[in-house]
């Protein structure tokens, strides 16, 4: 069974700025994309930022400017840098592994993104 362990996240103020990392096992970051979504109460679970094995990064259209995503090839862990969060940010931020973005088929255990107003 293959595990991603997320850490970071937190309670911070709007404006204020959070991490979040996602470990998984080497043959998986070798060999699949890597993504973070996230899920708010009452709502589906988005795309927030990907990060193809070729290196090419996109985000969605609500964080572009303010989130960056990254890897470390010799840790086998991906990273969200979040800056200029708003209390709309808030949700449950899960790494991913895929091949199809709209299909990922590794999840990380989730982690809790608050930021107040």
């Known amino acids: 069974q293959v595990q991603q362990v997320e850490s970071g996240g937190g309670l911070v103020q709007a404006g204020g700025s959070l991490s979040l990392s996602c470990t998984t096992s080497?043959?998986?970051?070798?060999?699949?994309?890597m993504a973070w979504f996230r899920q708010a109460p009452g709502k589906q679970r988005e795309l927030v930022a990907t990060?193809?094995?070729?290196?090419?990064?996109s985000y969605a259209d609500s964080v572009n400017g303010r989130f960056t995503i990254s890897r470390d090839n010799a840790k086998n862990t991906v990273y969200l840098q979040m800056n200029s969060l708003k209390p709309e940010d808030t949700a449950v931020y899960y790494c991913?592994?895929?091949?199809?973005?709209?299909?990922?088929?590794?999840w990380g255990q989730g982690a809790q993104v608050t930021v107040s107003s």
């Open positions: 990060l193809s094995l070729g290196g090419s990064k």
């Open positions: 080497g043959s998986i970051f070798s060999q699949y994309g």
């Open positions: 991913a592994a895929a091949r199809w973005w709209s299909r990922p088929d590794y």
